[in-house]
């Protein structure tokens, strides 16, 4: 035992070897805890975007995309959102794990109550109201982001499928209107039978979106036409001014 004793202290002093203060532990737990909190927290604001953004997408176009899937759930389903609360998910079990008992738990019981914070917290901040406010700042600020949501809103340019998407140009005579397409180009839009939703009032320069069919070259037959921004915009319309849905751009 002596002999051991020895070895250790003389290799204690060969290399050197001190004892790590105290402060070191306190800073490092405060950095893990701080982490933690934080990707919890920006994951609940995550969650309540990908709520907002699911409780008004536009459900009812699944009959446009039957035989595109695919095309369908990347226009209703918020991508961005969800890769987001994965990842701060992801962080926030990386760090939990390296808590001082993080270790004794499972990986399912820690991921399965990290999930379910952010969906309890992620709906407090969603009846709030915060991602309202949250959604026009990215859209204003990453590049990134607004190029997947202008492009999401493409998906519009589909008049085969029934849907179209312009800024009204003019009025004719026999309840028709011009519109010009997201492309540039011009359409003949007979709107007889059309019903008008979200409380619009038809003007020149207005941005909608048209379901209905396509009858030729130039020629669509409308019987929706809806708020270029949304059912949700509608609701708060008046506090969102300049919103990103009024100055997309053609598309090339």
Same mark, same amino acid.
């Not at 079990?93 to 969906?119: A, D, K, P, Q």
């Not at 209107?177 to 839009?189: P, Q, T």
């Given at each position: %035992? %002596?002999?051991?004793?020895? $070895?250790?202290?003389?290799?204690?002093?060969?290399?050197?070897?001190?004892?790590?203060?105290?402060?070191?532990f306190?800073?490092?737990?405060?950095?893990?805890w701080?982490?933690?909190?934080?990707?919890?927290?920006?994951?609940?604001?995550?969650?309540?975007?990908?709520? =907002?953004?699911?409780?008004?997408?536009?459900?009812?176009?699944?009959?446009?995309?039957?035989?595109?899937?695919?095309?369908? @759930?990347?226009?209703? =389903?918020?991508?961005?959102?969800?890769?987001? @609360?994965?990842? =701060?998910?992801?962080t926030?079990?990386?760090?939990?794990?390296?808590?001082?008992?993080?270790?004794?738990?499972?990986?399912?019981?820690?991921?399965?109550?990290?999930?379910?914070?952010?969906?309890?917290?992620?709906?407090l901040?969603y009846?709030?109201?915060?991602?309202e $406010?949250?959604?026009?700042?990215? =859209?204003?600020?990453?590049?990134?982001?607004?190029?997947?949501?202008?492009? $999401?809103?493409?998906?519009? %340019?589909?008049?085969?499928?029934?849907?179209?998407?312009?800024?009204?140009?003019s009025?004719?005579?026999g309840?028709?209107?011009?519109?010009?397409?997201?492309?540039?180009?011009?359409?003949?839009?007979?709107?007889?039978?059309?019903?008008?939703?979200?409380r619009?009032?038809?003007?020149?320069?207005?941005?909608?979106?048209?379901? *209905?069919?396509?009858?030729?070259?130039g020629?669509?037959?409308?019987?929706?036409?809806?708020?270029?921004?949304?059912?949700?915009?509608?609701?708060?319309?008046?506090?969102?001014? *300049?919103?990103?849905?009024?100055?997309?751009?053609?598309?090339?």
């Open positions: %035992m %002596m002999d051991t004793r020895r $070895k250790i202290i003389k290799k204690i002093k060969d290399n050197n070897i001190r004892p790590t203060p105290k402060y070191r306190i800073i490092k737990r405060s950095v893990i701080t982490v933690f909190c934080l990707s919890i927290m920006l994951g609940c604001v995550a969650c309540a975007v990908a709520i =907002f953004q699911l409780r008004y997408a536009e459900w009812d176009l699944y009959r446009h995309f039957r035989h595109s899937w695919l095309e369908f @759930l990347l226009l209703v =389903f918020p991508v961005f959102w969800l890769v987001f @609360l994965l990842g =701060f998910s992801g926030a079990y990386y760090y939990f794990r390296r808590m001082e008992h993080g270790y004794r738990y499972r990986t399912v019981v820690v991921v399965s109550l990290n999930i379910i914070l952010s969906v309890i917290g992620g709906g901040l009846s709030t109201g915060l991602p $406010k949250i959604e026009p700042l990215f =859209f204003a600020n990453l590049p990134f982001y607004k190029e997947l949501q202008i492009r $999401k809103q493409y998906v519009w %340019m589909s008049p085969a499928k029934g849907l179209l998407a312009g800024g009204i140009i009025f004719k005579p309840r028709k209107i011009v519109i010009e397409d997201l492309r540039g180009n011009s359409w003949d839009i007979d709107i007889s039978d059309v019903v008008w939703r979200g619009l009032r038809p003007r020149e320069g207005l941005k909608i979106k048209l379901i *209905g069919q396509k009858t030729g070259d020629r669509f037959r409308a019987l929706e036409i809806r708020p270029w921004l949304g059912r949700h915009h509608r609701m708060c319309r008046g506090r969102r001014r *300049g919103h990103h849905g009024m100055d997309i751009p053609k598309l090339e």
